[in-house]
């Protein structure tokens, strides 16, 4: 028995795959998981409350407002009670309502109140799964942190055939020990900080200094690090992109404010710093907006460097990460410019990309990056940058092992 002792929340949603929830059921209780069902209105459709409840041997939850379930177990616990909550099967509607965080009924207000690791197996139409409204809710997901399992190829109820078929229990049952055993958790007791984004320096109270950077490759890899069950702090610039879930995140906007919450959040085991960090700020904001003075030159600016967070927090010191990781983002020289920065940063690692504006990978998908340690140079093919993060992480999850 795989799963003893271990609760799973599956939320059944509609769609003619419904019934094979049943059968993810009776896996699940075969491999000693606990089972407790959440069915919406659309679901209900397709299978019933009282097969599921029969299956599973727990009460089935429907109603969101339901003063019963509210006394017994409010949604907020329910969506907090399980180690992991599974969506299957997963339709392109509740996959949307994910994506921006509606909850409008108990399935979506669980899924948006949890802190739980979520997997869902989407199953639908192949041109609905298709749809770039689907495939950028996917990606939305996944951003943060959401895992996936199918869907499937293969002929569809509707007489279409593609991509769409909810994947066979056995697969999905299979995601669910994976995400579940310990042997996919290397990390777990770890804590990591992360940095990510760029950092805002004021010149007054409406301009700032900044970069390009968009905060991906760092949240990528705050996502995989929590994935392989470390407790990230990720600490990022101002950026566009979503916390990724899982993650207790704290936004920043310059550089001393960056370095001031990684300090609070030692000790740590793990530091990766992703962050496009300011080199220098303003000696003075200005206080008031500075004006422009008819006929006068342009005001000059007197910066001063700001302080460097990787150098600081991996000086050797009782509070010194055990494996401190680096970036260096490079036009020219990339591989002597990277290893100089190991050296000087007193980095363990340091991830080197070419960030020259032909390689499209500031603010870009994908990254092909080095790894620089005192060891030698890995080199890694061109990859979507959360194929990065996933590298990256099971890299630092073998160091530590
Ligand atoms: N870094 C930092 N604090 C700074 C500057 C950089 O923590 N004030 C970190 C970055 O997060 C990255 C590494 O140092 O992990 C290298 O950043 P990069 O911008 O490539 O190098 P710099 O030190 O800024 O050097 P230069 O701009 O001269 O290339």
Same mark, same amino acid.
């Given at each position: 028995?795989?799963?003893t002792?271990?609760?799973?929340?599956l939320?059944?949603s509609?769609?003619?795959?419904a019934?094979?929830? /049943?059968?993810?059921i009776?896996?699940?209780?075969?491999?000693?998981?606990g089972?407790?069902?959440?069915?919406?209105?659309?679901g209900a459709?397709?299978?019933t409350?009282?097969?599921l409840?029969a299956?599973?041997?727990?009460?089935?939850?429907?109603?969101l407002?339901?003063?019963t379930?509210?006394?017994?177990m409010?949604?907020?616990?329910?969506?907090?009670?399980a180690d992991?909550?599974?969506?299957?099967?997963a339709?392109a509607?509740?996959?949307?309502?994910?994506?921006?965080?509606?909850?409008?009924?108990?399935?979506?207000?669980?899924?948006?109140?949890?802190?739980?690791?979520?997997?869902?197996?989407?199953a639908?139409?192949?041109?609905?799964?298709?749809h770039?409204?689907?495939?950028a809710?996917?990606?939305?997901?996944t951003?943060?942190?959401?895992?996936?399992?199918?869907? #499937?190829?293969g002929?569809?109820?509707?007489?279409?055939?593609?991509?769409g078929?909810l994947?066979?229990?056995?697969?999905? /049952?299979?995601?669910?020990?994976?995400?579940?055993s310990?042997?996919?958790?290397?990390?777990?007791?770890r804590?990591?900080?992360?940095?990510?984004?760029?950092?805002?320096?004021?010149?007054?109270?409406?301009?700032?200094?900044?970069?390009?950077?968009?905060?991906r490759?760092?949240?990528?890899?705050?996502?995989?690090?929590?994935?392989?069950?470390?407790?990230?702090?990720?600490?990022?610039?101002?950026?566009?992109?979503?916390?990724?879930?899982?993650?207790?995140?704290?936004?920043?906007e310059? %550089?001393?404010?960056? /370095?001031? %919450?990684?300090q609070?959040?030692l000790?740590?085991?793990?530091?990766?710093?992703?962050?496009?960090?300011?080199?220098?700020?303003?000696?003075?904001?200005?206080?008031?907006?500075?004006?422009?003075?008819?006929?006068?030159?342009?005001?000059? /600016?007197?910066l001063?460097?700001?302080?460097?967070i990787?150098a600081?927090?991996a000086?050797?010191?009782?509070?010194?990460?055990?494996?401190?990781?680096?970036?260096?983002?490079?036009?020219?020289?990339?591989?002597?410019?990277a290893?100089?920065?190991?050296?000087?940063?007193?980095? #363990?690692?340091?991830?080197?990309?070419d960030?020259?504006?032909?390689?499209?990978?500031?603010?870009?998908?994908?990254?092909?990056?080095?790894?620089?340690?005192?060891?030698?140079?890995?080199?890694?093919?061109?990859l979507?940058?959360?194929?990065?993060?996933?590298?990256?992480?099971a890299r630092?999850?073998a160091?530590?092992?």
């Open positions: 028995m795989t799963l002792g271990k609760r799973v929340l939320i059944i509609g769609g003619i795959a019934f094979k929830a /049943l059968e993810l009776r896996l699940l209780r075969k491999q000693g998981a089972v407790t069902c959440v069915l919406t209105d659309n459709q397709f299978v409350p009282l097969s409840q299956l599973s041997e727990s009460k089935v939850y429907a109603e407002f339901s003063l379930d509210e006394s017994e409010g949604h907020i616990q329910l969506s907090r009670a992991l909550l599974v969506v299957a099967p339709t509607n509740i996959l949307a309502k994910m994506a921006n965080g509606l909850a409008d009924d108990l399935a979506s207000t669980v899924l948006l109140a949890t802190d739980k690791p979520v997997l869902v197996a989407p639908m139409n192949v041109r609905m799964w298709l770039p409204a689907t495939q809710n996917m990606a939305t997901l951003g943060r942190g959401v895992q996936v399992v199918g869907p #499937d190829e002929a569809m109820a509707c007489n279409e055939f593609g991509p078929r994947a066979e229990p056995p697969e999905i /049952l299979a995601a669910i020990e994976s995400l579940l310990p042997a996919s958790r290397p990390l777990s007791g804590h990591a900080i992360v940095t990510s984004g760029p950092t805002h320096e004021p010149i007054d109270p409406v301009r700032y200094i900044a970069n390009r950077s968009s905060g490759q760092g949240h990528a890899i705050a996502a995989a690090l929590a994935a392989l069950g470390a407790r990230v702090t990720l600490v990022s610039g101002p950026v566009n992109v979503p916390d990724p879930a899982g993650v207790s995140v704290r936004h920043v310059t %550089a001393a404010q960056m /370095l001031d %919450a990684c609070t959040a000790p740590a085991d793990i530091a990766v710093f992703a962050a496009a960090v300011a080199d220098w700020r303003m000696d003075q904001a200005a206080t008031g907006k500075i004006k422009k003075q008819p006929g006068a030159a342009p005001p000059s /600016l007197h001063v460097p700001n302080p460097d990787l600081t927090i000086a050797a010191g009782p509070h010194r990460p055990r494996l401190v990781v680096g970036f260096a983002a490079e036009t020219d020289d990339l591989l002597d410019n290893q100089s920065k190991l050296r000087r940063k007193n980095a #363990d690692w340091i991830v080197a990309n960030v020259s504006p032909a390689t499209g990978i500031m603010g870009g998908a994908d990254n092909a990056v080095h790894i620089i340690s005192a060891d030698g140079i890995d080199h890694w093919p061109l979507a940058k959360d194929e990065v993060a996933k590298r990256l992480a630092i999850a160091a530590l092992a």
